[in-house]
């Protein structure tokens, strides 16, 4: 086969973490590439996303997604070109979004590369906003938390791939206000910026007294949860009756060393008759086409846009991954490889 690699460059998992990743916790090495066999494609990789819920992989305990393994290549969303081809639907030349990421080189199955328009957005577009990410905020929002036009909604952790997209997908949908938090002022004005109605630095103040004062007389009818514990607890108390939480995410609890404390008002769910639903994006993929129609035209109005925050090199990914743990990102983190 024409300029065929023999190896490639990946990231192990070297150690597990406790509490927050470090360096020490990832292997950078190189492997020999297989031969294709048939139905397989080989991919050069272009972008791979880190995202906060690899931190739960790096864990071994038992979860809807199974743990990754020491001494092997981490895995994740990732955007290559097609270098070989031994699958009818691809050809050399084709870019592909599969989950083979943390890797310069990967070798699949071609029904695990899906063909993608680059002509229509940008390649890396289709690990954010067209992607996983964007179909998250869509089903969580609508889906899982039943949003209808009217509703005013709180979102935490709002600067960052899904929370910027919720609020926007909101807006655009007819809600009558949007409230946003987080962490720093500089994400807060590019909240407001995005047309969120009201956001706040959660660092400023206890977290329920801030997001009264942003609600109002209204009070809020749905929060996107990306957060957890303290934010949790403060969207509790000032949700209207039968308000509505879609839990995304706690991302504030994932390098804790201990049980974190639960909310403490969670008894107020019951005289409110609130619906708190947990969700995983995989259980709604059934509304991918819904959703990538309804972006498309958001994307061409101008009713949503959307940031990503790019580190270039494979070598760079770990110190990627655990930046993005520390909200080092605005929108979608993003490694560009350089294979």
């Given at each position: 086969?024409?300029?065929y690699?023999?190896?490639?460059?990946e990231?192990?998992?070297a150690?597990r973490?406790?509490?927050?990743p470090t360096?020490?916790?990832?292997r950078?090495t190189?492997?020999d590439?297989?031969e294709?066999?048939?139905?397989?494609?080989?991919?050069?990789?272009?972008?791979?996303s880190?995202?906060p819920?690899?931190?739960?992989?790096?864990?071994?305990?038992k979860?809807?997604?199974?743990?990754?393994?020491?001494d092997?290549?981490?895995?994740?969303?990732?955007?290559?070109?097609?270098v070989?081809?031994r699958?009818?639907?691809h050809?050399?030349?084709?870019?592909v979004?599969?989950?083979?990421?943390?890797?310069?080189?990967?070798?699949?199955d071609?029904?695990?590369?899906?063909?993608i328009d680059?002509?229509?957005?940008?390649a890396?577009?289709?690990?954010?906003?067209?992607g996983?990410?964007?179909l998250?905020a869509?089903a969580?929002?609508t889906?899982v938390?039943e949003?209808k036009?009217g509703?005013?909604?709180?979102?935490?952790g709002?600067?960052g791939?899904v929370g910027?997209?919720?609020g926007q997908?909101?807006?655009?949908?007819?809600?009558k206000?949007v409230?946003?938090?987080?962490?720093?002022a500089?994400?807060?004005?590019?909240?407001?910026?995005?047309?969120?109605?009201?956001?706040?630095n959660?660092?400023?103040?206890?977290?329920?007294?801030?997001?009264?004062?942003?609600?109002?007389?209204?009070g809020?009818?749905v929060?996107?949860?990306n957060v957890?514990?303290?934010h949790?607890e403060?969207?509790?108390?000032?949700?209207?009756k039968?308000?509505?939480i879609a839990?995304?995410?706690?991302i504030?609890?994932?390098?804790?060393t201990?049980a974190?404390?639960?909310?403490?008002?969670?008894?107020?769910?019951?005289?409110?008759?609130?619906t708190?639903?947990?969700?995983?994006?995989g259980?709604?993929?059934q509304?991918?086409?819904?959703?990538?129609g309804?972006m498309s035209g958001w994307?061409?109005?101008g009713?949503v846009s959307?940031?990503e925050?790019?580190v270039?090199?494979?070598?760079?990914?770990?110190?990627a991954?655990?930046?993005?743990?520390?909200?080092?990102n605005k929108?979608k983190?993003?490694?560009?490889l350089?294979?």
């Open positions: 086969m024409t300029n690699p023999q190896t490639s460059r990231i192990q998992l150690s973490p406790e509490g927050w360096d020490e916790n990832f950078l190189e492997t590439v297989p294709l066999e048939e139905g397989q494609v080989l991919v050069r990789n272009l972008y791979m880190v995202d819920y690899m931190r739960g992989r790096m864990n071994d305990v979860s809807y997604v199974p743990p990754f393994q020491i092997a290549p981490l895995d994740g969303g990732a955007i290559g070109e097609v070989e081809s699958s009818e639907g050809r050399p030349g084709d870019k979004l599969h989950g083979l990421g943390w890797r310069d080189y990967a070798v699949l071609g029904k695990r590369a899906r063909v680059t002509e229509a957005a940008p890396s577009a289709y690990l954010g906003v067209l996983m990410t964007g998250t869509y969580g929002l889906k938390a949003f036009e509703d005013v909604v709180f979102v935490s709002a600067a791939a910027s997209l919720v997908i909101a807006k655009a949908m007819g809600a206000k409230i946003g938090s987080a962490g720093s500089e994400k807060v004005q590019r909240l407001l910026d995005l047309g969120f109605d009201e956001a706040f959660y660092h400023d103040g206890p977290v329920k007294e801030s997001l009264k004062k942003a609600a109002g007389a209204d809020i009818d929060y996107f949860d957890g514990g303290e949790l403060a969207a509790i108390a000032v949700l209207n039968y308000g509505r839990m995304c995410g706690a504030s609890q994932y390098n804790a201990e974190p404390t639960g909310p403490r008002n969670l008894a107020l769910a019951i005289g409110k008759e609130l708190l639903r947990g969700f995983i994006v259980s709604y993929n509304y991918a086409d819904e959703f990538a309804l994307l061409q109005d009713k959307y940031d925050t790019f270039d090199g494979l070598e760079n990914a770990p110190q991954f655990i930046d993005l743990m520390k909200g080092a929108g983190m993003i490694v560009t350089q294979a």
